[in-house]
């Protein structure tokens, strides 16, 4: 602020100091300061109040400053593109509001299903991409919704029927999982599906030593199919095991459900697994659990690097959504899906059409036929 354009006002109340003030410098001058003042140059006591007048000056010629400097192009530059950027925050929002309206039902369907929110909302997101412009001009139909659901989840979901690893001699195969996700069932499954039924020399590899009856459990079931036998306690006996198999063509081995206590045993083994790359782990998985459980069990046996994904007990599932989520999330290939307790029979190998539809409702046909 410049001294020479500021002014003292002296009055025996402040507001008569400002009145004066304000009627010779107008109401842009700005007011600096008041003080008490003991006595004045008229020799009585009252108020002095500084004023500085360059606001007022500077009131008088904005257009002209701003516009010797440029300024006022930046400021209108800058007003074109706040209108800009307020239309399309408008246009968001109006799209944001008619697309939830109109994805409503796919969006309440996965949430049926038990996919995780955060998976239903983007798969929400892409499906509106998917109906394009199209839809912002009409509601899409039933069938429209549904058919891009199902294009979405097949461009992201994954299938590899199969087991071991292709580029090995010989298909070895290890299942591992939560307890009770059913691994000694589906390998007896395997056994059949991928051994026995195809012609392959095959033979099973117990290597859960503590638990007595499941070992039996699964001697039991290569008995019934004629398969040798045999049960490996340690990572080197497994690996005395593989050699005494050589001439087999396909290898499954069995193992325990680790708890959360037995974490440094479990790791034993997935150093084992890990370091020969012609063992390859498949993940067991029941899909009667809820997707944060399969989750939590994905993570815990992440450290086997699972290359696939068997689920179980689809015969006992509500919904198939946290399959189908998981199966996303963890971006590997579903292998097999089991919907039964009885062996052979209850595997098939998965298919994508399969997998999409349990996401899939009923036509609107369909549904009045079986209502
Ligand atoms: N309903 C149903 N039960 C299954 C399925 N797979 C396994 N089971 C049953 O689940 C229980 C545990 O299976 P098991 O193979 O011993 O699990 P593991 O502990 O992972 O080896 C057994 O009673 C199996 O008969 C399935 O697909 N459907
Ligand atoms: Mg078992």
Redesign the pocket.
């Known amino acids: 602020m410049n001294s020479q354009t500021r002014r003292s006002y002296f009055a025996q109340t402040v507001e008569a100091a400002v009145a004066q003030a304000r009627l010779e410098l107008g109401d842009d001058a700005l007011l600096v300061e008041s003080r008490r003042i003991a006595g004045h140059e008229q020799g009585s006591a009252g108020y002095e109040v500084l004023f500085d007048s360059a606001c007022a000056d500077r009131s008088e010629t904005p257009a002209t400053s701003l516009e010797t400097s440029g300024l006022a192009e930046q400021v209108a530059g800058l007003q074109r593109d706040l209108a800009r950027m307020n239309a399309l925050l408008r246009h968001l929002a109006a799209a944001a509001y008619h697309s939830d309206a109109a994805l409503a039902p796919v969006a309440a369907r996965l949430g049926d299903l038990g996919f995780p929110p955060e998976l239903s909302s983007e798969l929400v997101f892409h499906i509106e991409r998917r109906l394009g412009r199209a839809h912002q001009r009409e509601i899409p139909s039933e069938r429209d919704l549904q058919r891009t659901l199902a294009a979405e989840l097949e461009s992201r979901l994954q299938v590899s029927p199969g087991v071991g690893r292709d580029a090995a001699a010989r298909k070895i195969v290890v299942l591992v ?1 939560p ?8 390998l007896a499954k395997l056994a059949v599906a991928a051994g026995v039924s195809q012609g392959l020399p095959a033979a099973i590899i117990s290597t859960d030593s503590f638990r007595v009856a ?1 070992a039996d ?1 699964l001697r039991s079931y290569a008995a019934i199919l004629g398969l040798p036998f045999d049960c490996a306690e340690t990572p080197g006996d497994l690996m005395r095991c593989l050699e005494a198999h050589r001439n087999k063509r396909l290898l499954l081995v069995d193992t325990p ?1 680790y708890g959360p206590g037995e974490a440094d045993l479990a790791a034993e083994w997935a150093r084992l697994f890990r370091s020969r790359s012609e063992i390859e782990v498949q993940l ?1 998985l029941n899909a009667s659990t809820r997707f944060r459980d399969m989750e939590s069990a994905l993570a815990f046996w992440s450290s086997y690097s699972p290359s696939r994904l068997i689920f ?5 599932a509500a919904g198939c959504g946290g399959i189908l989520a998981l199966a996303m999330s963890s971006a590997l290939p579903v292998s097999f899906l ?4 009885s062996v052979p029979e ?1 595997i098939e190998p998965a298919a994508l059409s399969r997998l999409v539809s349990f996401a899939m409702e009923q036509e609107p046909a369909a549904r009045a036929a079986t209502a």
């Open positions: 999982g307890p009770g996700s059913g691994k000694t069932t589906t499941a459990q459900g067991v179980t007990r689809l015969d006992e089991c919907a039964g307790q209850d």
